[in-house]
């Protein structure tokens, strides 16, 4: 599930929530009541696998190999 993360508007607490992306949002700070903003965040992935880079590109001489005249 994602973690959302809301600001206060009166307090300025910023507070993380894991919720489904079908849940509604938060409205109530926890700390004094206030309105809450939902926050958007820098996502983070990870690339898996061997990838172009490591299985060609990375080592001298790699890429595409032809064969042919001259």
């Known amino acids: 599930m994602p973690i959302y993360e809301y ?12 919720q489904k992306m079908t849940d ?5 700070c926890k700390k004094c009541s206030g309105a809450l903003r939902k926050l958007i965040s820098h996502s983070t992935f990870h690339l898996k696998g061997g990838g ?17 005249g001259s």
């Open 7 to 18: 600001e206060c508007t009166e307090c300025g607490e910023v507070e993380e929530a894991v």
């Open 24 to 28: 509604p949002p938060l409205t109530r």
């Open 52 to 68: 172009w880079y490591s299985d060609a590109y990375s080592s001298p001489g790699g890429g595409a190999k032809t064969s042919g």
